[in-house]
């Protein structure tokens, strides 16, 4: 499956942001998707995952603050950010795996991965 992120942009400290990740062919109720980011200078880390049976699984940091669904329909997982903080500042990317009925932070055991998507945080 390929992926593509999508709805980055510019947004305040405090404000929101819902991110997309939609598939080119396959339909996506048989993997778990993820969003995982990477800031400049850092390591790449999980920020939330739904599996495919749509359990989710939060990174410590996001947590509370974002949520993600999918519409399956529509072959698309959203990632829902609210309470945005400077350390939020990122690329996102989504990455899936088949099957996979539990979410696990090994960005090797993810593909699909497309070109990210950036989001700044800033006053």
């Known amino acids: 499956v390929q992926l593509q992120a999508s709805g980055g942009g510019l947004v305040q400290p405090g404000g929101s942001l819902t991110l997309s990740c939609a598939a080119s062919s396959a339909a996506l109720d048989e993997y778990a998707v993820a969003w995982f980011r990477q800031a400049p200078g850092k390591r790449r880390e999980l920020a939330s995952c739904?599996?495919?049976?749509?359990?989710?699984r939060y990174g410590d940091t996001v947590n509370f603050r974002f949520t993600i669904s999918r519409d399956n329909a529509k072959k698309t997982v959203y990632l829902h950010m609210n309470s945005l903080r400077p350390e939020d500042t990122a690329v996102y990317y989504c990455?899936?795996?088949?099957?996979?009925?539990?979410?696990?932070?090994?960005?090797?055991?993810?593909?699909?991965w497309g070109q990210g998507t950036l989001v700044t945080v800033s006053s």
């Open positions: 990455a899936a795996r088949f099957r996979a009925v539990h979410c696990n932070s090994y960005s090797w055991e993810y593909s699909g």
């Open positions: 739904i599996s495919s049976d749509d359990s989710t």
